[in-house]
């Protein structure tokens, strides 16, 4: 176990279970253990990942073979740029369900972010093994191979994602998204907040859809004095359709909403 990962885990302020590959889950322990990952993926849609950490490590401790939650831990563990750690977690859900092709694009994703293309390859070949028609699976690979510098592979792969429906979604910075917004309803400054005089800026990922809809909103920072009404306000912005070749595609971007208060 790394320390970034045990530090996590202690930063979750629970102790770390150990793995019991065994170990048989009752009926009504599955159920509550399902309600606290869902709980996790709650808190890590909102940005809340110490806590979010806690309820995957809850869900773990009343069900040791849950590998759902080793995903949900991985994906946090992204977020918070610690790669090493989310492949530990990957590693736990792929030896618990070996058939989950999802695990391995993660598994994958993250290891092309620790530049390690040729086992992320690996990954998603696994991946579609399990599932012919993982048109997501095609299209990280393509990511993968262009690493490489593979292009006709590249470009091959990413064709069949297509052909299975994927939809292209490229990155685009702030500034230059924020000059196609057609609709911004501004954010009601928390009472609380404005009474104790907390100012600051909420940072936000954000996709946005091909219809230039918000689609998908993740919290990266921001006081949570202020981030409620921030993301509250954001998900309702709407943008000028974003094209490529004349197609329209998804958008991930970074959004900042500011508060100040006047003097």
Do not use: C
């Amino acid at each position: 176990m790394t320390i970034a990962y045990a530090g996590a885990m202690l930063l979750a302020g629970i102790a770390i279970a150990p793995l019991h590959l065994g170990a048989q889950t009752p009926p009504d322990e599955t159920a509550r253990a399902e309600a606290a990952k869902q709980e996790g993926d709650r808190l890590t849609k909102a940005g809340e990942y110490a806590a979010a950490l806690a309820a995957y490590v809850r869900a773990i401790q009343i069900a040791p073979r849950f590998a759902a939650a080793y995903k949900g831990m991985g994906m946090v563990h992204r977020r918070l740029r610690q790669p090493e750690s989310a492949i530990e977690d990957y590693d736990k859900a792929i030896r618990l369900d070996p058939e989950d092709a999802e695990a391995y694009v993660e598994r994958g994703g993250t290891r092309l972010t620790l530049r390690q293309p040729e086992q992320a390859i690996e990954d998603f070949d696994t991946a579609i093994e399990k599932k012919p028609d993982y048109a997501r699976a095609y299209a990280a690979r393509s990511g993968a191979r262009s690493q490489l510098a593979d292009k006709a592979g590249a470009a091959e792969d990413m064709a069949k994602a297509r052909s299975l429906g994927f939809t292209m979604r490229i990155r685009v910075g702030g500034n230059v998204q924020q000059a196609k917004l057609i609709s911004q309803p501004r954010p009601v400054y928390p009472k609380e907040a404005k009474k104790a005089g907390i100012t600051g800026v909420v940072r936000m990922d954000a996709i946005v859809g091909q219809d230039g809809a918000i689609q998908d909103l993740t919290l990266v920072s921001g006081d949570p004095a202020l981030a409620p009404a921030a993301m509250d306000a954001v998900r309702q912005w709407v943008y000028q359709p974003t094209l490529l070749n004349g197609a329209p595609v998804e958008v991930v971007t970074q959004i900042d909403v500011t508060f100040t208060l006047s003097r």
